[in-house]
């Protein structure tokens, strides 16, 4: 049987609207195969007033005392007598009368402190289980925390989800795709068993929840599909971190941690391929790097074509948020040219008694080393190494905002401030952890001496630069520049500016 309470009626269609409620006991009946005893509800009545009448949990009592019985409840991890399952003994409170089981039950089970440290203890603690994966209990020294594990049916589609937005697929392309292949959402899937256990013996098609961009877009940003726990920050999920500041994982992922950080790059606006032609993804040196930025407002780059030509152009400039801004953009292969000669004549030119020179090969040794360092801990290291880059992304558009006026006022400021704060500790904890992974690297790495020594045109088609694939000269680039930044042009056509609007900021280690 099932039992719901609310303070106050509503009529909307809310998460703890009373329908919505059943339909959430109902469903999970109906998923555990469990039979269905009947359904109790007290609505605008107070959980806390002992002095309140509530006759449907009287009627849930007066069952109870004719059997023991265990608790389950939908939404919350509960306190008290919790049994590995998850189950709640009620059979101690079978001789206490009304007020205590209220009083244990009404109360106690939506008490905050109980759920705060199961969530600090990773557990997931309210509602279903995120598209997916499933809930499954197990013990963590004395408490009993609700771990999330792949779903064998909705695990596969999650992963194509992520293949396909790295592959440079919008959401809304993705929404449509999942629609017309007929893969329901899980509200959808839980709705449709509980309709037909009502609807039994009624000849009528059962109503799907479609795919819509949003719901696409909040499963690929939830940190837990890397295997992290995670609390709700205003409309997205954060990551919560250990004593150390390093990444809480809880759960089972459905991916690698450093996929998922690639993929926030990518619906960040730095997709790998993003220009179609012909159907088909036209690739980029720069645009899928995660590295070109605009010099005037610091939004990243994405590829585009006008009139035939390759370009990369700043994602934001179009759309008027930065006074003055105007158009920005730059010819693909003439920027592409700029940076990869840029890199390879300081190589060539090195001068071994120059300690700024010796620290930037130096850097750019640890990097190579840690591209062929395949361990758990360097996996962790690219993790890190990728969400210090996304929150110092983060703060370089909060500050451009603000530039921008959209935090006016006392109440904008007020926020501004707050996001300034939240995001700096962020910053300082991430790049803790990244120098703390990145001292534990053991010998002195070296990257291979022809690239200091070159014969001929460094870039020409016998090259080692010649020779390599996008990946490989990404790879590359990657090791010796953290970022670029493409300047306003001050000329047009011919006497456009190019080699002087490219700025190359040079690799420096992730504490400096």
Known sequence: MSYIRQSRKREDDSASSPEAQRTKCEALITAKGWDNAGHFADVGKSGRDPKVVRPEFDRVLSKVATHGVLLVSVEEALPGHVHPHGRRDLRPYRCAGPARVRQEVGVRHGDERDKETLRAAGSHVSGMAPYGF??????????????????????????????????????????????????????????????ARRARGVSQPLERTAWVSSTVLRILRDPRLAGYAAERQGSRRVILRDDSGAPLAAHEPIIPPDDWWRLQDVLDGRAPQVVRQGGRFVPSLLGGAGMLFCGVCGSSMVTDRREGKQLYRCNRAQSGAVPGHGGLAINMDAADDVVARTVWSRLTTLDPEDPEELEWLAEAARRFAAQADTGERQAELVAAYAELEHVREALRTLYVDRQAGLYAGA??????????????????????????????????????????????????????????????????????????????????????????????????????
């Not at 809930?135 to 020294?141: K, L, N, P, V, Y």
């Not at 809304?172 to 509200?187: F, H, I, Q, Y």
């Not at 045109?457 to 970022?483: H, I, K, Y």
């Open 134 to 195: 499933q809930s499954t209990r197990e013990q963590r020294g004395e408490l009993v925390v609700v771990k999330l594990v792949p779903d064998p049916a909705e695990a596969p589609y999650v992963r194509d989800m992520v293949s396909w937005a790295l592959g440079g697929m919008t959401a809304s392309a993705m929404a449509r795709k999942l629609n017309t292949e007929g893969v329901p959402t899980k509200a959808a899937d839980m709705s449709a068993r509980v309709t």
């Open 411 to 512: 109440v904008g400021d007020q926020m501004f401030r707050e996001s300034v704060e939240r995001l700096t500790a962020h910053e300082a904890r991430t790049a803790g952890r990244v120098e703390e992974l990145g001292t534990a690297e053991a010998g002195t790495p070296a990257i291979p001496s022809e690239w200091t020594g070159p014969e001929g045109d460094p870039l020409g088609p016998e090259s080692t630069w010649g020779r390599w694939d996008l990946e490989d000269r990404r790879s590359f680039l990657a090791l010796f520049v953290d970022r670029i930044t493409i300047a306003k042009s001050i000329g047009r056509g011919r006497n456009a500016n190019t080699e002087d609007r490219v700025t190359v900021h040079w690799a420096k280690a992730p504490s400096s």
